[in-house]
């Protein structure tokens, strides 16, 4: 139940946020608040800051891609010197997403468990 | 907390990274943003849209057909203006944006060091300070004035509902952000073209050749006038002029000052635009038809976007230029007209002298004259600002000196002097154009098109054709501006102007057509002195297909799409009359210029081997930053055979040099023609991805379809001047710029095969058959 809530309250503060001010590294800062607040452990919040941030990037990624009929993705894994495919300039978005936004939300969890030992201390 | 603060600096460490741009690798993670970054660059959905703006007075409707060309209805030019501003700027922000860049010498502020010198040639060369003068005369004169406001208002009234995500994928690479309009820019799109069209001469290369070769060697290779030239202007030209001042001495410049530089180029070479018009008796429909294929270096997105403009009673269509207004080759209901390169020299270089050791002061006369000193600063992207000096003269900026060197003339100074300088108005003849009604009106338009010189060609409803060879030029006096001239002595500066009245022209000629293909523009009764960088390769073919009768459209579109080279053809003729004896010879080689002729490849081939040898040693050899003397020069040479020894030995050599080098191209299978010529069709910012590289198609440089390299026909026009009148256009490329649209290269794989599309000339908007979808702008009450 608290995965869920937290993978839900990621993906939407990340596409509201983002829609309105446009910053990609809003990802970070969103995964480790959320982690922070709602964590419970570490493997529950990497997961849940990858599945926000992943079905976010993905969904809105294929949006944009089908509604260019699948040219964005091909010109730029071409751009990127990866060939004229869809696939690649998926996975580098993908990558960029997941890694960050795990990162942060780990970070976002070992922090809360730092400051609550600090505090019991 | 260790682990806490390790994992927290990881994070960091990896935002920043991705954040940042390294070298010319854009910020990954900007990029890959869903939210922002290319994702959000697909092309907008075709739908109907309302706008409503306080810019225009009246609603204004714009119908785009299945082609995406927009057809504009309007009650006034102002808002037919504005509407067409905003659409350029909708469909080619960034293009426009990079092009007034390039032209100002601001590419360096986005594009960072490696674009330097080339921004600090811009500046020295006075684009900046010709536009700035050329946006003064927009503003100064109320016609244009109120166009050009309009033109500034929709181009800014489009930036202005841009925001980060929607910028055009280009400024989101290299990571910088749209700016305003203004005048200037527009001014500077069209100083761009005249730098393009009219910046290149062979001033310099003339100077060293002449000062290192015996004079009758040079006159033989570089002669002012070549033998059977085929001239734009046909009709003797009855012009009364007052005599001309008698020649001054040529500036002469120590050979001993070359450094070996083994680049050597053709004057000529990029040269290909062809205009003609042939009057009703020569049609089958008896009605004038009307040609034009400028040949431009091509680019993506494409120079042009295609567009049909309506006000009240007056129809425009045609070739626009985003960055200006109006449309620049089209046609409207009453007169069509289209334009080539006319190639007069328009820019002289002087030398100068510094008259102190602090070179503040140059000899003027002998006289110590004071420099105007302008400090520019050239912004960087990623470095700190550059400031070069620049230093006007009496005559114009100074280009070269110590701090920017020319290449070719490393120790001279060398002011320049351009037409393009002067408060030109293109913008007027450009409207005066779109709105012109008859032959008169015509005139009046193109007598404010000052510089570049253009062969413009006119036909119109009532039959009428003419051709005008227009510009502003100097009455110079023989010799004057063909090498860099002593700027100490004033007596070398530019006199009177030539009245606009004895610009070569005619009107209806005996011959019943008139024609233009970058040749020389007159005979020897013109009393004016030019030179200029005339190519005669494509007139004399031009001029052969021009001798028949019954021409329609479809017979027109041949000629346009000709890719029988003329040259070869020559040069074939040429070694045949001499009959060489040579081993392996190829008998019957094709001139004609198909994608997979391996035939032209070798002729082409054995042509640069035997340059090579006439020019690089022997008789003929020509010292460093020479350019080769015309193809047609050289023929001539070989025709008379004025090669010292055995002209059949240097044919024999060069031949079985070209014979091994297409072998090895032949193994390697890259021995036909397309892949020879190399016509390519990249983007403005060369990444490959939005480019095409060997197109391969017919033509080359010298024939009618001058495709080759980086150069082609960059619009493709033939109008019949029937009621309603038909015409056939395609241009390489498509309406919108931007990469990931459908539209982004329409019209591509027809340029490539010669398949036209035929405009939609419709009065009435409700007319525009299979309507892609409507914009609707209306008055804000």
Request: glycine share 6%; charged share 20%; hydrophobic share 40%.
């Amino acid at each position: 139940m608290k995965t869920k809530f937290l993978v839900i309250t990621i993906l939407f503060l990340n596409t509201a946020l983002q829609f309105l001010m446009g910053y990609w590294w809003l990802i970070a800062i969103i995964c480790f608040t959320c982690c922070w607040l709602w964590g419970q452990n570490a493997k529950q919040s990497i997961l849940a800051a990858c599945l926000g941030i992943g079905i976010s990037w993905l969904g809105i990624s294929l949006y944009q891609d089908w509604q260019a009929e699948f040219i964005i993705s091909q010109t730029m894994s071409d751009v990127i010197g990866l060939g004229k495919t869809n696939l690649p300039f998926y996975i580098i978005t993908l990558c960029i997403g997941l890694m960050v936004s795990s990162l942060s939300g780990y970070a976002g969890f070992v922090g809360k468990k730092f400051f609550l030992s600090t505090k019991s201390k | 907390m260790k682990r806490f603060i390790f994992i927290s600096f990881i994070t960091v460490f990896i935002i920043f990274a991705l954040n940042k741009k390294w070298g010319q690798v854009p910020a990954l993670a900007k990029i890959c943003n869903p939210f922002a970054g290319a994702w959000q660059n697909a092309a907008q959905k075709n739908k109907n849209i309302s706008f409503e703006t306080s810019s225009i007075k009246g609603a204004v409707e714009v119908v785009f057909d299945q082609r995406q060309v927009p057809h504009i209805y309007a009650t006034s030019w102002e808002d037919a203006i504005y509407t067409q501003a905003y659409l350029h700027a909708q469909n080619r922000l960034w293009q426009m944006d990079m092009t007034t860049r390039l032209a100002s010498g601001r590419l360096s502020e986005v594009i960072g060091n490696k674009t330097l010198e080339l921004d600090r040639y811009h500046r020295r060369l006075g684009m900046v300070y010709g536009a700035r003068a050329s946006a003064r005369a927009m503003i100064d004169n109320p016609a244009t004035a109120i166009i050009i406001k309009a033109y500034t208002k929709g181009i800014n009234d489009f930036i202005s509902t841009l925001n980060k995500k929607n910028w055009p994928i280009e400024f989101k690479l290299l990571e910088y952000k749209p700016e305003k309009w203004t005048p200037l820019k527009t001014a500077l799109m069209l100083k761009y073209m005249a730098n393009t069209l009219s910046s290149k001469t062979d001033d310099i290369s003339n100077t060293i050749a002449q000062n290192s070769l015996p004079k009758e060697i040079f006159n033989t290779l570089f002669p002012e006038r070549l033998n059977n030239e085929y001239p734009v202007i046909k009709s003797k030209q009855i012009i009364q002029k007052s005599s001309a001042k008698p020649s001054q001495k040529t500036y002469p410049i120590s050979v001993k000052d070359f450094y070996v530089h083994q680049k050597r180029d053709h004057s000529e070479t990029g040269i290909g635009s062809n205009n003609w018009a042939v009057s009703p008796s020569k049609t089958q429909n008896g009605h004038a038809i009307l040609c034009n294929d400028p040949h431009l270096p091509i680019s993506l997105p494409s120079i042009w976007y295609e567009c049909h403009i309506h006000v009240n009673d007056q129809s425009v269509y045609g070739a626009s230029l985003p960055g200006a207004p109006g449309v620049i080759i089209g046609f409207n209901n009453f007169i069509s007209w289209g334009f080539t390169n006319g190639y007069r020299d328009v820019l002289d270089y002087y030398s100068i002298k510094f008259s102190d050791s602090n070179k503040r002061h140059y000899l003027l006369n002998n006289i110590p004259t004071t420099f105007d000193i302008q400090i520019e600063e050239i912004k960087i992207a990623q470095s700190k600002s550059f400031y070069d000096t620049i230093k006007f003269t009496h005559y114009g900026p100074l280009l070269y000196d110590y701090s920017f060197p020319n290449d070719a003339l490393p120790n001279e100074n060398l002011a320049v002097k351009w037409m393009a300088h002067k408060a030109t108005n293109e913008c007027l003849a450009i409207l005066g154009l779109n709105q012109a009604k008859n032959y008169a009106d015509y005139v009046e338009a193109i007598k404010s098109f000052e510089c570049p010189h253009q062969n413009i060609v006119y036909a119109d409803t009532k039959g009428n054709i003419a051709l005008w060879s227009q510009g502003r030029f100097i009455d110079k006096w023989p010799g004057q501006g063909r090498f860099v001239m002593d700027g100490n002595n004033i007596e070398n500066d530019w006199g009177q102007p030539i009245p606009f009245e004895h610009n070569p022209h005619e009107k209806n000629p005996p011959q019943a057509y008139v024609m233009s293909a970058n040749q020389i523009n007159t005979d020897n009764s013109y009393p004016y002195y030019y030179n200029g960088l005339f190519d005669p390769s494509r007139s004399k073919r031009l001029t052969s297909l021009l001798a028949d009768d019954d021409y329609t459209i479809e017979k027109m579109k041949k000629i346009q799409l000709d890719a029988f080279d003329q040259f070869a053809f020559d040069f074939l003729n040429i070694i045949k009359e001499q009959k060489p004896a040579i081993d392996r010879f190829k008998e019957n080689l094709s001139v004609i210029a198909d994608t997979n002729n391996s035939d032209l490849t070798l002729i082409h081939l054995w042509w640069n081997a035997l340059e090579k040898e006439l020019y690089d040693k022997g008789q003929y050899r020509l010292v460093a930053n020479v350019n080769y003397p015309n193809k047609r020069a050289t023929l001539q040479i070989l025709k008379n055979n004025k090669i010292n020894g055995s002209l059949v030995d240097l044919l024999k050599k060069s031949y079985n040099k070209a014979l091994s080098q297409f072998s090895d191209l032949e193994k390697e299978n890259k021995h036909f023609w397309h892949q020879y010529k190399q016509s390519s069709l990249l983007h403005m910012a060369l990444i490959p991805a939005f480019s095409f590289g060997d197109l391969k198609m017919d033509g080359g440089l010298g024939m009618l379809n001058a495709a080759q390299g980086k150069q082609a026909p960059s619009w493709r026009m033939i109008v019949e001047m029937s009621q309603p009148i038909k015409a056939a256009v395609i241009y390489p490329g498509g309406q919108d710029g931007n990469p990931f649209s459908l539209n982004y290269k329409t019209n591509v794989e027809d340029w490539r095969i010669g398949k036209y599309a035929t405009p939609q000339f419709e009065f009435t908007a409700k007319e525009i058959k299979k309507p892609s979808h409507t914009y609707t702008f209306l008055p804000l009450k």
